[in-house]
């Protein structure tokens, strides 16, 4: 086929029970100018003959197989090989509003754009709906401003699925996923290229589903052994993104980001305070980084919005453990 308007990658490991309705779902398209990117990373289930199936029936479907090395590794795979003007990234669990593609197309050409970003929904495997996120209003962002939405709980978020990005600013500039870690490697990537962007927008329109999934490993990162390993590599995320945010030298964005540190340490410590006992190296790092973010997090309107959360903080700071006997109580 010809070069197509825009590149689908789809990193693929073990998803039998939801890849048809993936690729089907991108199939459906009613934009259909486009390319599908499978990459099988090594899949040990039933997953690399389900690709194999699809590859034969539509020649708008390439297919790679490789080893075992993680989805960023295969999603970079899939970047060294696009060849269309435009990407998205869609996680091989998940499915799209079968106006995707066209919506957020027309979006990057009528504002002129560098990226979109869409709201999404989030489900169960059964199909309950456990909550959505998006915009009320289409909103046009400068590169500054787009970086603080990225920080903002209600905005755009590191994920990299509800997205379009333009190919060129992607070769141009050599970005890939880090493949030394495993989880948050998002958020660093999403973050990079809005810092080579002009101009990014934000549809109202809710047009990708994110199924939670069991067996995913973001998923299972926070009930089994791994979620430690998780915990590592979400605070060497957070550093990479620190070290790009310092380089900006806008003391207000740093603000904000430092803030957003604050809840993503919170968040992860909680999880973990039933886990590990208050002594372990991982929570006296967290607790040291809470305490050393939290007024950033305070004085910031954007997070703490009210008295309650601020009193509720104070509590856990001062003891996690009376914290959660508080809440369990409710």
């Not at 398209?29 to 289930?45: A, K, R």
């Not at 962002?141 to 903002?152: K, W």
Request: charged share 30%; net charge positive; hydrophobic share 35%.
């Amino acid at each position: 086929m010809n070069n197509p308007k825009i590149s689908v990658i789809v990193p693929v490991y073990n998803v039998e029970q939801f890849l048809p309705r993936c690729i089907n779902s991108i199939l459906a398209q009613t934009f259909t100018d486009f390319e599908v990117l499978l990459i099988n990373d090594g899949s040990t289930d039933n997953s690399g003959r389900i690709c194999d199936e699809y590859a034969k029936k539509d020649n708008r479907i390439r297919l790679f197989h490789k080893g075992n090395g993680g989805v960023s590794s295969a999603r970079n795979i899939g970047l060294k090989n696009v060849k269309g003007e435009l990407i998205c990234f869609i996680d091989s669990d998940d499915y799209l509003d079968k106006k995707f593609l066209q919506r957020m197309v027309k979006a990057m050409e009528e504002n002129d754009v560098d990226l979109v970003c869409c709201g999404c929904y989030r489900e169960s495997t059964d199909g309950t709906l456990l909550w959505k996120r998006n915009i009320k209003t289409t909103t046009l962002y400068d590169r500054r401003q787009a970086v603080i939405e990225l920080f903002t709980p209600t905005s755009f978020v590191g994920w990299p699925w509800n997205k379009i990005y333009k190919a060129s600013l992607i070769k141009e500039n050599g970005l890939e996923f880090n493949e030394t870690i495993k989880y948050c490697e998002d958020d660093v990537f999403v973050l990079q290229y809005i810092l080579h962007i002009q101009k990014a927008c934000y549809i109202s329109d809710i047009l990708y589903h994110y199924v939670e999934n069991s067996m995913s490993a973001n998923f299972k990162g926070y009930t089994d052994q791994k979620f430690n390993v998780n915990c590592l590599d979400r605070q060497k995320a957070d550093e990479m993104s620190y070290l790009l945010v310092r380089d900006m030298g806008d003391k207000e964005v740093m603000d904000i980001f430092l803030a957003r540190r604050f809840t993503s340490n919170l968040a992860t410590l909680y999880k973990l305070l039933p886990v590990y006992n208050d002594e372990h190296d991982i929570l006296v790092f967290l607790k040291r980084n809470l305490r050393k973010y939290y007024l950033k997090y305070l004085l910031n309107k954007r997070f703490c919005k009210r008295l309650k959360e601020e009193i509720k903080h104070i509590i856990f700071l001062i003891n996690p453990i009376i914290y959660i006997k508080i809440k369990s109580k409710r």
